[in-house]
């Protein structure tokens, strides 16, 4: 029965692989051919541009409300796009910030995002970005006593949506880090 077996696939296995075709032994394609075979596909209205210009704040005057102060940073002044990463100016920027903290205050370091994303990449931003800007206060204002946090997209402050429409100027405008303290 092993025999047979044998023959059997000795037979169907050159008829089951193709031969190989030697480049000379290749038809020529013709254009039309070639035309065919080709696919093309357009951006055109697949890719919305936007600018922020106007729309990003990049620090808001503090405010002050019921005794608490908030500064607020932009992110997209202080980060790149899905990142956490600060730049060496961001960072003397901050630097720069921090001397209207008073000495030795208690500083609450809270990171926001928009709502794009979900909570499953926003939180996470979120706190990374608080962090890396505590992380520059720690560095030039020793003195401060901070607590660090994210609230992903949780605490908009402009509704990212106008009649089913995302209106990307309140998406920037909710993506920023805030420092609080009391006075």
Known sequence: MTVPLLAALAVALPLAVPAYVDRDDAPVPTPDAIERSVDSYATDGSVDAYTTQGSVESVAPPETDGGTTTLTVG???LFAYA???LDPAAAAALAALVEQVPAGA???????????GGDA????LSSARAEAVAAVLRSTRPDLVLAV???GSTEPVADEYVAGAPDLAAMARNRRVELRWAG
């Open 106 to 116: 208690q500083v609450a370091v809270v990171g926001h995002t928009d709502s794009r």
């Open 75 to 77: 992110s997209d002044v």
């Open 121 to 124: 990449v926003n939180l996470p």
């Open 149 to 151: 946090g994210g609230a």
């Open 83 to 85: 990142s956490h990463d």
